[in-house]
Antibody, heavy 120, light 108 residues
Framework: QVQLQESGPGLVKPSQTLSLTCTVS??????????WSWIRQPPGKGLEWIGY???????YYNPSLKSRVTISVDTSKNQFSLKLSSVTAADTAVYYC????????????WGQGTLVTVSS | QSALTQPRSVSGSPGQSVTISCTGT?????????VSWYQQHPGKAPKLMIY???KRPSGVPDRFSGSKSGNTASLTISGLQAEDEADYYC????????FGGGTKLTVL
């Protein structure tokens, strides 16, 4: 059974960089059948795509966040990571890592989510 | 990319059917047969309920069905049960992906 687990600080100061890592178990991140994605959800609000990465390293970022986002992959550790720079309170959200099945164009596995609060 | 448009809330009594709409444009919902629906209970990660407009993953009850007409996709839940009370999000491929704003389903 595939499992995804987010890890990283739960509190980030304004203007700093948010960094999260997703560890994938039960399957290989190097499979060509999937994109590996970050999705966030502000408290009480809806879901927002942040971006995704293919195992080869090719990426796509939400245009609204593109200038601040970097997603990277470490196939040797079966992990992928998110960096979001210059954060503000508006970036406070539950951050999910997720697996997109390319052929289905849908997310079949999600991490449990991690709340990141931006506050001084 | 603008978020897809969903009603904020819908409700129904146990045993009834409800339909949640998801309206986009010809660049997303209308342009691709890659509409998916997710169910999210409070404090939990979303769960895939429908993909490719009308296909159900293994384990999803056949009470859940999807359809699309033009730029609007729909999720219908028949034989409502208490455990169906949740938030539902549509999602469409549009070069990348875009979510709807979410619909809160209340089972009366």
């Amino acid at each position: 059974q595939v499992q995804l687990q987010e890890s990283g600080p739960g509190l980030v100061k304004p203007s700093q960089t948010l960094s999260l890592t997703c560890t994938v178990s039960g399957g290989s991140i190097s499979s060509g059948d999937y994109y590996w994605s970050w999705i966030r959800q502000p408290p009480g609000k809806g879901l927002e795509w942040i971006g995704y990465i293919y195992y080869s390293g090719s990426t796509y970022y939400n245009p609204s966040l593109k200038s601040r986002v970097t997603i990277s992959v470490d196939t040797s550790k079966n992990q992928f990571s998110l960096k979001l720079s210059s954060v503000t309170a508006a970036d406070t959200a539950v951050y999910y890592c997720a697996r997109i099945v390319i052929q289905l164009s849908a997310v079949d596995y999600w991490g449990q989510g991690t709340l990141v609060t931006v506050s001084s | 990319q603008s978020a897809l448009t969903q009603p904020r809330s819908v409700s129904g009594s146990p045993g009834q059917s409800v339909t949640i709409s998801c309206t986009g444009t010809s660049s997303d919902v209308g342009g691709y047969n890659y509409v998916s629906w997710y169910q999210q209970h409070p404090g939990k990660a979303p769960k895939l309920m429908i993909y490719d407009v009308n296909k159900r993953p293994s384990g999803v009850p056949d009470r859940f069905s999807g359809s699309k007409s033009g730029n609007t996709a729909s999720l219908t839940i028949s034989g409502l049960q208490a455990e169906d009370e949740a938030d539902y999000y549509c999602c469409s491929y549009a070069g990348s992906w875009v979510f709807g704003g979410g619909t809160k389903l209340t089972v009366l």
